[in-house]
């Protein structure tokens, strides 16, 4: 074979089955079919995918955004089976035209990665997590005992604080995993409605100890037909559950671990489940806990109360306001420039993770204002932000 000959070596577009929700979203976007599930998993046909990337951008997990350059495309019944994407393949040249296919393999490999910024890696001490143990077909039942409002009667906003229990049903989850609602009903064409996910705002022991149960921080947006349906939950109401999702946005579980957590809104749920966790299982921890939290005003913040009660021996807090009359606009960078010598420490501190969680628009301004810090401090914060992520220690989950 010559070095002009077509090389071996081809992208193909894959569905991570371990954060993959199973909404449907991709399958009923993608414009030439290529999409399609069983009761395991949602996969892609290689035969009919032309990488047109329509799917991309509409899931809410980032899931549909995996790539592997293989020298025989995976077929619809292998990624049927699978419970985690197979690792990349070893492809080398051969014959007189291999330095040409390593090259053909070296660039289809650097354009399938192209701004995806690296994929998320566990942290090394974080349990092991449970994931898709239930699907549309085959739902988990839990019923609602408790439905709380969190933010101030007056306030603009209604974020609600919602309570499922799981009964004798097995539904594990720990802290940063997320689960799926399904909405009753159908859609204007008939089709059910999609699957939404929420993060779990609470401990893995349950919402309270030893109870399976767990808790979800859910804001009510005006034309939000889950979010509105979930905050109508009454006490006994029964819920449809899919999960649990989410196998990298995990709480280390190492007492000596520093955590930064950086959130908005209802981006604060997981940072509820971590402190928790640290609250019941490590209060006397070595490592540091602080959280940067923004809001609109004092009274729209989720949780506000309770925080105050959180001691800062446990959780460091930095709030940021941006619509407080009389005041300056701030937001969670904002804050975090204003205490750079506190973050700067914690980056220097090899057992320091970085968990960024809320509205995508935050997470240029949270990284902006990691650069200004790290250059104050000698620091580079590209090559360091790579590395935390290869390390299992920089985690972003943006919606």
Same mark, same amino acid.
């Given at each position: 074979m010559d070095a002009t000959t077509a090389p071996s070596a081809q992208k193909q577009h894959l569905i991570d089955p371990e954060i993959c929700i199973r909404c449907n979203t991709c399958e009923e976007t993608c414009p030439v079919d290529a999409i399609t599930h069983d009761d395991n998993n949602y996969v892609v046909d290689a035969e009919k995918c032309n990488f047109c990337l329509d799917c991309i951008s509409p899931c809410p997990t980032g899931s549909i955004d995996n790539?592997?350059?293989?020298?025989?495309?995976?077929?619809?019944?292998?990624?049927?089976?699978?419970?985690?994407? /197979? @690792?990349?393949?070893?492809?080398? !040249?051969?014959?007189?035209?291999?330095?040409?296919?390593? +090259?053909?393999?070296? *660039?289809? $490999?650097?354009?399938?990665?192209?701004?995806?910024?690296?994929?998320?890696?566990?942290?090394?001490?974080?349990?092991?997590?449970?994931?898709?143990?239930?699907n549309?077909?085959? /739902? @988990?039942?839990?019923?609602?005992? !408790?439905?709380?409002?969190?933010?101030?009667?007056?306030? +603009?906003?209604?974020? *609600?604080? $919602?309570?499922?229990?799981?009964?004798?049903?097995t539904f594990p989850v720990l802290e940063g995993q997320s689960i799926g609602i399904i909405p009753p009903g159908t859609d204007a064409s008939g089709k059910p409605h999609v699957i939404r996910l929420y993060s779990v705002a609470s401990s893995r022991d349950g919402e309270r100890p030893k109870h399976n149960n767990l808790a979800l921080t859910v804001k009510r947006e005006a034309q939000g037909l889950c979010s509105n349906y979930l905050?109508?939950?009454?006490?006994?109401?029964?819920?449809?559950?899919?999960?649990?999702?989410?196998?990298?946005?995990?709480?280390?579980?190492?007492?000596?671990?520093?955590?930064?957590?950086?959130?908005?809104?209802?981006g604060s749920a997981p940072f509820r489940g971590f402190t928790e966790r640290r609250r019941r299982t490590m209060r006397d921890a070595p490592g540091r806990m602080m959280i940067y939290?923004?809001?609109?005003?004092?009274?729209?913040?989720?949780?506000?109360?309770?925080?105050?009660?959180?001691?800062?021996?446990?959780?460091?807090?930095?709030?940021?306001?941006?619509?407080?009359?009389?005041?300056?606009?701030?937001?969670?960078?904002?804050?975090?420039?204003?205490?750079?010598?506190?973050?700067?420490?914690?980056?220097?501190?090899?057992?320091?993770?970085?968990?960024i969680c809320g509205l995508k628009g935050m997470e240029a301004g949270v990284d902006e204002a990691m650069a200004d810090i790290c250059r104050g401090s000698g620091m580079d914060w590209a090559q360091l932000r790579a590395a935390m992520r290869t390390q299992g220690r920089y985690h972003v989950e943006t919606y």
């Open positions: 790539w592997r350059i293989v020298a025989t495309p995976y077929s619809i019944e292998d990624q049927f089976g699978w419970e985690e994407l /197979p @690792a990349q393949e070893e492809l080398a !040249g051969t014959g007189e035209g291999g330095e040409a296919e390593d +090259d053909e393999a070296a *660039r289809l $490999i650097a354009e399938a990665h192209a701004g995806s910024g690296g994929k998320s890696v566990a942290p090394a001490s974080a349990s092991k997590p449970t994931i898709n143990l239930y549309r077909s085959r /739902p @988990a039942i839990a019923t609602v005992t !408790g439905n709380f409002r969190l933010t101030d009667p007056a306030a +603009d906003n209604d974020v *609600r604080h $919602i309570i499922l229990d799981f009964g004798d049903v905050c109508d939950l009454k006490k006994g109401d029964k819920v449809q559950v899919t999960g649990p999702f989410g196998a990298t946005f995990l709480m280390p579980d190492d007492p000596s671990a520093n955590i930064i957590m950086i959130c908005t809104g209802t939290f923004g809001a609109r005003r004092p009274e729209e913040l989720p949780y506000f109360g309770p925080l105050q009660k959180v001691p800062d021996g446990l959780l460091r807090k930095h709030f940021a306001y941006s619509r407080v009359p009389n005041e300056p606009k701030t937001y969670v960078q904002d804050r975090m420039r204003a205490t750079a010598n506190e973050v700067s420490v914690f980056l220097k501190h090899e057992k320091t993770h970085v968990y």
